[in-house]
T-cell receptor
Framework: ETGVTQTPRHLVMGMTNKKSLKCEQH?????MYWYKQSAKKPLELMFV???????ENNSVPSRFSPECPNSSHLFLHLHTLQPEDSALYLC???????????????FGAGTRLSVL | GNSVTQMEGPVTLSEEAFLTINCTYT??????LFWYVQYPGEGLQLLLK?????DKGSNKGFEATYRKETTSFHLEKGSVQVSDSAVYFC????????????FGSGTQLTVLP
């Protein structure tokens, strides 16, 4: 148990569906992250939130829409996805996003997404 | 920009064998270096870290030494167990604007009984 909980663990959706991924951290951290993990590719950082403010968006398509209502919760809203968006989506949190040894990230178990 | 290169897998070893997974990096300044491990069906967990040159990170029998002169952070374990089967990721976090984690592509390790 890392203190970061992601739901659902598995999700199958059609290209016209709208769904949301949820992440919750119980570590008192101020920064939260979304990553995409595809087979045989390095982890791709998607979004970073620090103190509820989005600080990074790594050229992610607009069909992915993040939301961070408070420092403990992070959502990823999905709509009109493509089959190539099928992947493991990982959430992480850290004390803050300043980097270095203070930026140890704690990961959730991920949501395995399949887009049909 | 920052980058991490780690040896491609998969790596298959017998129980009690010696493990080395190579990792080299490119970064400006003095990054912090990490090894993360991902067990089947789980997210990534921090295995060990080092924050400055010549630091040795260690945990659960794994070790890695921050080598500035060779820009390397190789992961080693003297005697692997079946339970060590997982994917191992080398990562760095740089100072300043490059502060986010940059991961290598991961190395799949399978340990056979």
């Amino acid at each position: 148990e890392t203190g970061v909980t992601q739901t659902p663990r598995h999700l199958v959706m059609g290209m016209t569906n709208k769904k949301s991924l949820k992440c919750e951290q119980h570590l008192g951290h101020n920064a939260m992250y979304w990553y995409k993990q595809s087979a045989k590719k390095p982890l791709e950082l998607m979004f970073v939130y620090n103190f509820k403010e989005q600080t990074e968006n790594n050229s992610v398509p607009s069909r992915f829409s993040p939301e961070c209502p408070n420092s403990s919760h992070l959502f990823l809203h999905l709509h009109t996805l493509q089959p190539e968006d099928s992947a493991l989506y990982l959430c992480a949190s850290s004390q803050d996003s300043t980097g270095g040894a203070k930026n140890i990230q704690y990961f959730g178990a991920g949501t395995r997404l399949s887009v049909l | 920009g920052n980058s991490v290169t780690q040896m491609e897998g998969p790596v298959t070893l017998s129980e009690e064998a010696f493990l080395t997974i190579n990792c080299t990096y490119t970064a400006t300044g003095y990054p912090s270096l990490f090894w993360y491990v991902q067990y089947p069906g789980e997210g990534l967990q921090l295995l060990l870290k080092a924050t400055k040159a010549d630091d040795k990170g260690s945990n659960k029998g794994f070790e890695a030494t921050y080598r500035k002169e060779t820009t390397s952070f190789h992961l080693e374990k003297g005697s692997v167990q079946v339970s060590d089967s997982a994917v191992y990721f080398c990562a760095l976090s740089g100072p300043g604007s490059a502060r986010q984690l940059t991961f290598g592509s991961g190395t799949q390790l399978t340990v056979l009984p």
